[in-house]
C-alpha cells in the first residue's frame, strides 16, 4: 500500500482549479476540466493525504482545504477503494470467494439483481456490503456475458427495455443452442447421443479477465447446464499477470499461433489464449466459418471511440461486422460506451445493428476502482453493456416484365 502511495505521489497531479491543464479534457465530467488551459500555476504532483480517506489528491494542505467543497463528492468512494484494497491484504479468510458447482437443472437462475443470482446459484451468505464488493468484482465477467445470452435475461425488448428487435432475434439464435430440448440422453448404450459444437465466445482485447481464476469462468458454464463453452481469449495483453505460464509454445504447424490450450478444465469448459491481433487471426482463417447459433464476441471496456486505442480495433471492427455474429461490449460509464457506438457508427456507415442500446449492467462490478495515474479517476468494471452486429440485409423479389 506504501509503493502504491509511493507511485500516486510520483504521478498524479494536484487537481486545484489553481494549476494549468496537464493534458486535455477526455470527457465533459473530466475534472482536468475545471482547469485554464495556459493562465494560472505551473502542474505540481500531489502530496498531500486526506485526513478522511487516506489517499494523496492535492499538492498541499492549503489547496485541499480550498477545493474541499469538489473532493467531498470523491471523498467516500476514495475511502471506500482505500478500505476494500486493505481488507484484500488483511490476511482473513475470503468465503466470498468459494464458489459453488453445477445445481439441478429444475433450479431456474433469477437475474433481477446480485442479490438474487447469488441466492438462486446457491452461493454462501454474504452479509456485508464490503464482502459482496470483492466478490462482484470477479464474477461480473462471466455473468455479464450469461445475462445477456440467457432465455431469462433482465434485458428485455419491452418498451423502455434496452433489447432491440434486431437483438432478439440474434440473441434468440444463440438461446436456441444454449437452452436445448431435453433429448433423452444418458448416462448407458440407449442414451446414447450426438452432442452439438461448443458455444465458442471471442473475447477480444483481452487483459485482467483472462487471469481471472478458473473457477469463476466455470459459473457461466454453470448457467447453461447442457451446453460446452469455448472461451477464446484473443488480444496482445491476453497473458497479462499469468507470468507462471511463460514462456509461451512454439508455433508449430499444428499451433501456428502459439496458442495455450487449457481442455482439462471441465467437460463444459476449454480455455485458449492467443497472444495476437483478432485481425491477424480472421485474415488466416482460423476460426472460420462463423455461425450465429454457436458464436459471440465479447469486449470489456474496449475503448473502441478513445483516442489513444481507437487506431487499434480500425482494422478489426470490418471483420468483426462481417461475421454477422453478435458483438457484445462494456464500458466505465455512459459516455465511455456512447463514444465507442458513435466511433463504430461513423466507421461503418450504417452498415450497423445495434441489438442492446447502451445502458447499465445489471451485474456491473459492485467495488470502484482507482487510477493510480489520477485519483480523482474512479470506476467500477462493466457498468454498462450494449450489443451491435454487423447489418443484414433480407432478400427481396421482384419481378421482372418481359
Known amino acids: 500500500m506504501r509503493q502504491r502511495a509511493a507511485f ?21 465530467d473530466d475534472p482536468e476540466a475545471r482547469k485554464p488551459a495556459r493562465t494560472g500555476q ?14 494523496p489528491v492535492y499538492c498541499s494542505e492549503s489547496h485541499w482545504a480550498d477545493d474541499y467543497e469538489a473532493h467531498m463528492e470523491l471523498c467516500e468512494t476514495l475511502r471506500e477503494i482505500n478500505e476494500d484494497d486493505h481488507d484484500l491484504r488483511s490476511g482473513r479468510f475470503f468465503p466470498e470467494f468459494e464458489y459453488p458447482g453445477a445445481q439441478m437443472e429444475e433450479a ?11 441466492y438462486s446459484r446457491e452461493f454462501r451468505a454474504i452479509d456485508d456490503e464490503r464482502s459482496l464488493r470483492q466478490a462482484t468484482r470477479l464474477l461480473t465477467y462471466p455473468v455479464t456475458v450469461g445475462s445477456v445470452l440467457h432465455e431469462l435475461s433482465p434485458y428485455s425488448i419491452r418498451s423502455g427495455g434496452q433489447l432491440t428487435a434486431e437483438g432478439l432475434k440474434s ?8 437452452h436445448p430440448p431435453r433429448s433423452g440422453s444418458g448416462l448407458d448404450i440407449k442414451g446414447l ?18 487471469s481471472l481464476p478458473r473457477e469463476v469462468w466455470a459459473q457461466l458454464a454453470h448457467m447453461f447446464p447442457r451446453v460446452a463453452f469455448h472461451l477464446i481469449f484473443i488480444g496482445p495483453e491476453s497473458m497479462a499477470n499469468r507470468d507462471s505460464e511463460f514462456p509461451l509454445p512454439e508455433r508449430t504447424p499444428e499451433n501456428p499461433f502459439g496458442a495455450i490450450i487449457e481442455d482439462r478444465i471441465s467437460h463444459q469448459l476449454k480455455i485458449s489464449t492467443f497472444v495476437e491481433y483478432y485481425h491477424t487471426l480472421h485474415t ?10 454457436f458464436d459471440c464476441f465479447m469486449l470489456f471496456h474496449p475503448g473502441l471511440g478513445h483516442p489513444a486505442s481507437a487506431h487499434e480495433w480500425e482494422a478489426t471492427l470490418p ?33 450497423v445493428d445495434i441489438l442492446l442500446k447502451p445502458g447499465e449492467n445489471r451485474f456491473r462490478s459492485l467495488r470502484w476502482d482507482l487510477n493510480d495515474l489520477d485519483p480523482q479517476d474512479v470506476s467500477c468494471g462493466n457498468w454498462g453493456v450494449w450489443g451491435f452486429r ?11 416484365e418481359g
Open 8 to 28: 500516486i505521489k510520483q504521478h498524479a497531479y494536484c487537481p486545484h482549479p489553481g494549476h494549468h491543464q496537464t493534458r486535455l479534457p477526455t470527457n465533459p
Open 42 to 55: 505551473p502542474p505540481a504532483h500531489v502530496r498531500f493525504e486526506c485526513p478522511d480517506c487516506g489517499v
Open 108 to 118: 431456474l437462475v433469477n437475474m433481477t439483481s446480485w442479490d438474487t443470482y447469488l
Open 171 to 178: 440473441l434468440s439464435a444463440l438461446r436456441y443452442t444454449l
Open 193 to 210: 447421443r450426438p452432442n452439438p459444437p461448443p458455444v465458442r465466445i471471442f473475447i477480444l482485447g483481452a487483459r485482467a479477465e483472462s
Open 284 to 293: 488466416a482463417g482460423a476460426f472460420a466459418p462463423y455461425d450465429p447459433y
Open 319 to 351: 471483420l468483426l461486422l462481417e461475421t454477422k455474429v453478435p458483438v457484445l461490449a462494456t464500458g466505465y460509464t455512459a459516455w465511455d460506451m456512447q463514444r465507442d457506438r458513435s466511433w463504430v457508427e461513423e466507421k461503418m456507415a450504417g452498415e
Open 390 to 400: 454487423g447489418k443484414r440485409y433480407e432478400t427481396t423479389h421482384r419481378d421482372i
